[in-house]
């Protein structure tokens, strides 16, 4: 069965470097996601991706963050300059149909993030 | 703006016993989705169900049921004969028809001893 895969597993950074989440999506998925869950709470969204560009974004992605293809199978979430707070499991997601809201987002087993 | 509220922080049973989680919504949309999630503790989100605001018929999958109502904007999840295995945080969600992004209820800890 095909599923989303994310790598590393676990990253561990300093305060301020910066890091890159990567994410291959279902293969025939056209619908892009990044999720964020914060130990103990719960899942926030951060943004959607849709034919090379961001679709939607909520007010935690800020300038700090950016989404990426670069190719025609990754997906990448970018923070440019880590805080502590960043400190988070980072999911990625993806879907399949064009119909927005209808169609199940998939998850990835996410990437723990550590900024120490 | 949509909420999703789950008041039961944790839940623990013994095996065979039924649980029940709770999920209460809140849109002034007319056609929403329902989804549940299990995020069993290796950490991965893992779907169960999607549930389309204008089908309002109950769903059951092996041990698993759940039973929507929009009278009461509620989605409630049930498991019967509940395992150790069951054990781990479910999470209800809802997204609009012309969203993109889901949004979570706070999640429920499910701790079935043997």
């Known amino acids: 069965e095909p599923e989303v895969t994310q790598t590393p597993s676990h990253q561990v950074t300093q305060m301020g470097q910066e890091v890159i989440l990567r994410c291959v999506p279902i293969s025939n998925h056209l619908y892009f996601y990044w999720y964020r869950q914060i130990l103990g709470q719960k899942v926030e969204f951060l943004v959607s991706f849709y034919n090379n560009e961001i679709s939607e974004k909520s007010e935690i992605f800020d300038d700090q963050f950016s989404v990426e293809r670069p190719d025609g199978s990754n997906f990448t979430l970018k923070i440019r300059s880590t805080k502590l707070e960043d400190s988070a499991m980072y999911f990625c997601?993806?879907?399949?149909?064009?119909?927005?809201?209808?169609?199940?987002?998939?998850f990835g087993p996410g990437t723990r993030l550590t900024v120490l | 703006a949509q909420k999703v509220t789950q008041a039961q922080t944790e839940i623990s049973v013994v095996e065979k016993e039924d649980v029940t989680l709770d999920c209460v919504y809140e849109t002034r949309d007319t056609t929403y989705y329902l989804f549940w999630y299990k995020q069993p503790p290796s950490g991965e989100l893992v779907f169960l169900i999607r549930?389309?605001?204008?089908?309002?018929q109950n769903e059951i999958s092996g041990r698993y049921s759940w039973n929507f109502q929009k009278s009461t904007s509620s989605f409630n999840f049930t498991i019967t004969a509940s395992q150790v295995v069951d054990s781990a945080v479910y999470f209800c969600?809802?997204?609009?028809?012309?969203?993109?992004?889901?949004?979570f209820g706070a999640g429920t800890t499910v701790t079935v001893r043997a």
């Open positions: 549930r389309n605001s204008f089908d309002e």
């Open positions: 997601a993806s879907s399949e149909m064009m119909m927005l809201g209808t169609d199940t987002q998939y």
């Open positions: 969600a809802l997204t609009l028809s012309n969203d993109y992004k889901l949004s």
